[in-house]
């Protein structure tokens, strides 16, 4: 799966998709998706990845208390 940096733009390529969908993990490996070479595995925090549509990662994968509190 791929998210989008906020800062930057450039597709992120999820590699633990466990952590991505885990509301406790704050962060979650990944490796740019630029250039032609193949990126080195970097730790991205899922506060700065949002879907490539632009749209923001849904709440139950960075919020733990989800149900309990309203926004």
């Known amino acids: ?9 450039d597709l992120v390529e ?3 998709v466990v952590a991505m ?3 406790c ?5 990944g490796r740019f998706h ?6 080195d595995a970097a730790i ?3 506060a700065q990845l949002e879907f490539p549509s632009g749209e923001a ?11 309990s509190s309203a926004r």
Do not use: H, I, T
Request: hydrophobic share 35%; glycine share 4%; with cysteine.
């Open 57 to 67: 990662l849904p709440r139950c994968w960075v919020d733990a208390s989800y149900r």
């Open 25 to 29: 993990s704050a962060q979650l490996q």
């Open 44 to 46: 991205f925090d899922k």
């Open 34 to 39: 630029a250039g032609e070479e193949l990126q």
């Open 21 to 23: 969908v885990d509301p």
């Open 1 to 9: 799966m791929y998210l989008r940096d906020k800062n930057s733009g």
């Open 14 to 16: 999820v590699l633990d």
